[in-house]
């Protein structure tokens, strides 16, 4: 699990911040806002740009040798690795130009509208693309749908409970509930929530049948069984803390537990991933 931690650290920060964008856009879509909530929302935007930086820079950390890395444009279209870069490289590219534009006030309303539609869609590739990365036959225990169904998952919950939490330290999240945001929050998120929970604990839970000739999927199905629960169990509370945020819309502490705690929650998710990890090389059953 620790060889893996840059990338889990990568598979836990940039799903949430690009699903931030997702709450970001059903709050624009739903919400008239005014000037000044809008320049207060796009100043804290700042926060899951930030988080998205660094889980790009985590995945850096996991190559041996970061120069290498334009190297991975090379198999676009045939490379799943490949198709995550470029699919990461375009999303975060257009949610930095949406932010920075947005900061400057160059943004009327329906351009926002378009503009994080188009950040919001492409956050759902991004999320759906870094989960198939890992979908190869040369691990079988890694090869199977429900990995992108978990990473879409966590940017649907981790994103509403990050983007519950701009809009509070904005002072917009009062208005953006009165409207119909609330519901569709709830709905993303509990979303998220179901296909988080389901994706990873079927797919850690059907690694037991596996085996190779030095490994039986059992044992390290037992390894993982700890951290999967503990990201259960934080997904869960991280719902609810959202859940209690866009009911008491002026606790703006109560707003940043939610990402906190789905941080925790997808990070402890994606190490029991990276526990069950089990070669086809050697697998004979």
Request: glycine residues 10%; proline residues 3%; hydrophobic residues 65%.
């Amino acid at each position: 699990m620790m060889a893996e931690l840059p990338l889990a650290l990568f598979t836990t920060l940039a799903p949430v911040a690009a699903g931030a964008f997702i709450a970001l856009a059903v709050a624009f879509f739903t919400t008239k806002f005014s000037d000044e909530q809008l320049k207060k929302i796009d100043r804290m935007t700042t926060i899951p740009v930030v988080v998205l930086i660094a889980g790009f820079i985590c995945a850096f950390f996991h190559l041996a040798n970061p120069m290498h890395a334009f190297g991975v444009f090379a198999g676009v279209g045939s490379s799943p690795l490949s198709n995550e870069l470029v699919a990461g490289c375009v999303f975060a590219v257009l949610a930095i130009v949406y932010w920075i534009v947005a900061l400057a006030g160059k943004l009327g309303e329906g351009a926002r509208k378009g503009f994080s539609a188009v950040v919001a869609v492409m956050a759902v590739v991004f999320a759906c693309f870094t989960g198939a990365a890992y979908m190869m036959g040369t691990i079988a225990s890694w090869n199977t749908p429900m990995v992108p169904v978990a990473i879409v998952g966590f940017c649907l919950l981790g994103g509403v409970s990050l983007g519950v939490l701009v809009l509070a330290l904005a002072g917009a999240l009062e208005d953006a509930v009165a409207g119909s945001f609330k519901m569709a929050a709830l709905v993303v998120a509990a979303l998220g929530l179901v296909l988080g929970i389901a994706g990873t604990v079927a797919q850690v839970m059907g690694v037991s049948g596996m085996s190779n000739a030095l490994v039986d999927g059992a044992d390290l199905v037992a390894g993982a069984t700890a951290p999967m629960w503990v990201g259960v169990i934080c997904l869960v509370v991280a719902a609810a803390a959202a859940f209690a945020a866009l009911r008491n819309t002026k606790s703006a502490a109560l707003a940043a537990v939610a990402p906190v705690v789905a941080l925790v929650g997808v990070f402890a998710c994606r190490m029991a991933f990276y526990a069950v990890q089990l070669s086809v090389g050697l697998y004979v059953g």
